[in-house]
Nanobody, 120 residues
Framework: VQLVESGGGLVQAGGSLRLSCAAS????????MAWYRQGPGKQRELVTA???????NYADSVKDRFTITRDNAKNTVYLQMNSLKPEDTAVYYC???????????????WGQGTQVTVSS
């Protein structure tokens, strides 16, 4: 199973970016999907998560600015980031709990990360 992120880049403060993360491989089912980030000199932190039915939760720092959605048919999760701030600068990682075909348990997978840089 692979998670591949895309959509990162450089944006000015107040701008927007949309990240995508597509899961591929011998996938039977995907449970929760999430976005984490790790800023310079900081620990990795949970930004937002979404259940298969669409229930979401957000870190306080991104509420009302970021929106997570998913397309279950495409095994893809998105992160729409609006009103970006310099403190949002980080490597953003996709995370998912995946049940592979032929397996009973769910296993946790990470993407390789995509850089988001917000200039002031």
């Amino acid at each position: 199973v692979q998670l591949v992120e895309s959509g990162g880049g450089l944006v000015q403060a107040g701008g927007s970016l949309r990240l995508s993360c597509a899961a591929s491989g011998r996938i039977f089912r995907i449970n929760n999907m999430a976005w984490y980030r790790q800023g310079p000199g900081k620990q990795r932190e949970l930004v937002t998560a979404i259940t298969p039915s669409g229930t979401t939760n957000y870190a306080d720092s991104v509420k009302d600015r970021f929106t997570i959605t998913r397309d279950n048919a495409k095994n893809t999760v998105y992160l729409q980031m609006n009103s970006l701030k310099p403190e949002d600068t980080a490597v953003y990682y996709c995370n998912a709990d995946v049940r592979r075909i032929g397996y009973v348990n769910f296993y946790n997978y990470w993407g390789q990360g995509t850089q988001v840089t917000v200039s002031s």
